[in-house]
């Protein structure tokens, strides 16, 4: 991937959560990010359907948030707008702009 256009796409998705963005707290570092609206999907389980809701997080993928990579991985935790939020699905294909955490409320896991 042309590093040039890397860098312009890491440069609009910084100025993006610039404008737009919302702190979420990721082991104890405040990033902005670009937080996307609760999502509510269902899946089977015992006795019927069970209901999910999900929140994407989109973090740009600045030198400190690549740094922190290991901190985004499936299982870990996060928070945002005072909840905690447990990663479910993780995302970054190198060149890429963002960091994309698929997140759900920690609750849901106790």
């Known amino acids: 991937m042309d590093s040039a256009l890397s860098a312009a796409w890491l440069a609009d998705a910084q100025a993006i959560v610039l404008e737009i963005g919302q702190t979420v707290t990721i082991n104890g570092t405040e990033y902005l990010a670009a937080v996307g609206e609760p999502t509510l999907t269902q899946s089977f389980a015992a006795g019927g359907l069970s209901d999910t809701v999900s929140v994407v997080i989109k973090v740009p993928a600045t030198s400190a948030a690549l740094a922190a990579k290991a901190h ?7 928070t945002f707008d005072g909840r905690s939020l447990r990663v479910v699905g993780f995302s970054h294909k190198p060149g890429t702009a963002w960091l ?5 409320d920690a609750d849901q896991f106790r």
């Open 72 to 78: 985004m991985q499936i299982g870990r935790t996060l």
């Open 100 to 104: 994309q955490l698929t997140t759900q």
